[in-house]
């Protein structure tokens, strides 16, 4: 039986062109900082960092983990993106996605899983209008660990006070979000924004 829901944020409750270049604009100009170099030549790094690190593990890899291979720390990188940018200049309130979370909260506990830092999670719930509607928002800031590392997952089902089977995990991305916690016993869903969500809550009013 499912008892939790356990969201993704970055492409699965949205998708945004612009916050994505944002976020990639970011990564060049912390390592540009890191470095000491000119932000074209720490972008051309970070790109072609990423495509050995996609070669290597079949899936592209997020800009944190590509900027842990240049010695960036995590809480260095989140400081950056938090300075640099606020979603919420780019992003406005879903009205429908906002409908299908209350559907979705009248029958289990919701919540949000996301490797993003706990400032930039916050900006974007406030712009959807989504906020009020999870019970926890679980970020990097909550375990010190990322997805697809197991511990996130095994970390914010303890959380939630349930067992791993009873967590469905719903996410864009198959290699970061969902194979880690299929792995685990959990269900999985995937999508690839908010219209997927849909699809989704199709499909939930067949599980009892």
């Given amino acids: 039986m499912i008892k939790v ?3 993704d944020l970055d492409g699965t409750l ?70 640099y940018f606020d979603p919420r200049e780019f992003l406005s309130a879903d ?27 916050n900006r974007i719930l406030q712009a959807l209008n989504v906020q009020d509607l999870f019970d926890r928002v679980f970020t990097y800031n ?22 791993p089977k009873e967590c469905l995990v719903v996410g864009d991305r198959y290699s970061v979000d969902l194979i880690p916690a299929q792995d685990l016993g959990m269900k999985i869903y995937e999508v690839k924004g908010p219209e997927g969500i849909e699809r989704l809550v199709t499909a939930l009013r067949s599980v009892a």
Avoid: C
């Fill in 142 to 163: 909550s375990f010190r660990t990322m997805k697809p590392n197991p511990k996130t997952f095994r970390e914010a089902a303890k959380a939630m006070d349930v067992l």
């Fill in 5 to 7: 829901i356990l969201f």
């Fill in 95 to 121: 009205g429908n996605l906002r409908k299908m979370l209350q559907g979705m909260k009248k029958r289990f506990k919701l919540a949000i899983l996301t490797n993003n830092n706990e400032v930039q999670a």
């Fill in 14 to 83: 949205y998708n945004s062109r612009e916050v994505r270049t944002k976020f990639a604009e970011a990564a060049y100009h912390a390592l540009a900082k890191l470095k000491k170099i000119p932000v074209p030549e720490a972008k051309k790094l970070i790109e072609d960092m990423r495509e050995k690190l996609k070669e290597k593990n079949g899936f592209p890899v997020p800009y944190t983990l590509t900027l842990i291979r240049f010695g960036m720390t995590v809480e260095n990188w989140h400081k950056e993106n938090i300075e």
